[in-house]
Nanobody, 122 residues
Framework: QVQFVESGGGLVQVGESLRLSCAAS????????MGWYRQAPGKQRELVAS???????NYADTVKGRFTISRDNTNNTVSLQMNSLEPEDTAVYYC????????????????WGQGTQVTVSS
């Protein structure tokens, strides 16, 4: 299994910033992709941002220019710097990791953190 420690959620005002952090641990070979998803009440979980082991990033259109993802492959951590927050960013944010367990098998398995609440008040 993969264990996650997420931190950084909270309540902020419109236009303010938050930084989410996530550390993954386990007996895996590597984490191919780490990222953040979010789920607002009554909505489906959606990708916010992700970064591959090779530093290729992917952002939701709604956060481009405001959010920045970063990753430390050595320590298996991923962070999300969120600036200019809007009420529409209110959601539970989930860290995720696409894990490779063995060097001889490139099959990826996806795991999820427990989630952290981000609330943006107007």
């Amino acid at each position: 299994q993969v264990q996650f420690v997420e931190s950084g959620g909270g309540l902020v005002q419109v236009g303010e910033s938050l930084r989410l952090s996530c550390a993954a641990s386990g007996s895996f070979f590597a984490i191919e992709v780490m990222g953040w998803y979010r789920q607002a009440p009554g909505k489906q979980r959606e990708l916010v941002a992700s970064m591959s082991r090779g530093a290729i990033t992917n952002y939701a259109d709604t956060v481009k220019g405001r959010f920045t993802i970063s990753r430390d492959n050595t320590n298996n951590t991923v962070s999300l710097q969120m600036n200019s927050l809007e009420p529409e960013d209110t959601a539970v944010y989930y860290c995720n990791a696409d894990v490779i367990w063995r060097p001889t098998d490139s099959t990826r398995f996806r795991y999820w953190g427990q989630g952290t609440q981000v609330t943006v008040s107007s």
